[in-house]
């Protein structure tokens, strides 16, 4: 037998792994539901950056390839629209100048 898998460890990992994925579903749904609340578009469009991370973690843990598929279509969008807005994350104001 060229490998041996304890049964301790194949615990662990699908322990851990049902653990990930409960926690980045969990925190993708509430970014999502996040992005609708708010106003600014900029912070709306990094809830959604997070959101699609945490989607494309939640379905790939779980084998879910039209999850991963989708969110991995729509986070280069968000980033697009983020970047169109003129929000860069931590730079001062659109022209380049820092508020006193």
């Known amino acids: 037998m060229l490998c041996s898998i304890d049964k301790e460890s194949m615990q662990y990992e699908t322990l851990l792994g049902t653990n990930l ?45 039209p999850v991963v598929i989708l969110h991995t279509i729509l986070f280069p969008i968000n980033l697009h629209k983020l970047m169109a807005l003129g929000c860069s994350v931590g730079s001062p104001g659109k022209d380049n100048s820092v508020a006193k």
């Open 21 to 65: 994925s409960a926690v980045s579903g969990w925190l993708a749904t509430a970014l999502m539901l996040a992005t609708f609340q708010c106003e600014a578009p900029q912070r709306m469009r990094l809830l959604a950056l997070g959101a699609n991370v945490c989607f494309i973690i939640y379905g790939a843990t779980n084998n879910l390839l």
